[in-house]
């Protein structure tokens, strides 16, 4: 078992910036990948980043794409989203979640940590 504890949620105004970061626990050994997801009130759950544990590489939503950045410190089992130039429709709540393989779906998800932006 895996467990994901994500932090670093807040209220800032348009135009700022945010870390946010997800500590993972149990048995970290085995995952493969990390990602960020969101959901805004009233709709679904999409995809905003992932990162490789092992290898570093990345992925981005295009809505994301040159404002936020995904990275993972590996000593610590910890994953950054590193959010700039927030924007209203940035406002969700964000899950931290891991899977084991690089062709499975996302095994494990934090409880979520809610970032609200301002106009």
């Known amino acids: 078992q895996v467990q994901l504890v994500e932090s670093g949620g807040g209220l800032v105004q348009a135009g700022g910036s945010l870390r946010l970061s997800c500590a993972a626990s149990?048995?970290?050994?085995?995952?493969?990948?990390m990602g960020w997801f969101r959901q805004a009130p009233g709709k679904e759950r999409e995809f905003v980043a992932a990162?490789?544990?092992?290898?570093?590489?990345?992925s981005y939503a295009n809505s994301v794409k040159g404002r936020f950045t995904i990275s993972r410190e590996t000593a610590k089992n910890t994953v950054y989203l590193f959010m700039n130039n927030l924007k209203p429709e940035d406002t969700a709540i964000y899950y931290c979640?891991?899977?084991?393989?690089?062709?499975?779906?996302?095994?494990?998800w934090g409880q979520g940590t809610r970032v609200t932006v301002s106009s």
């Open positions: 979640a891991a899977r084991i393989s690089q062709f499975t779906m996302y095994d494990y």
């Open positions: 149990g048995r970290t050994s085995s995952i493969y990948g």
């Open positions: 990162i490789s544990v092992e290898s570093a590489i990345t």
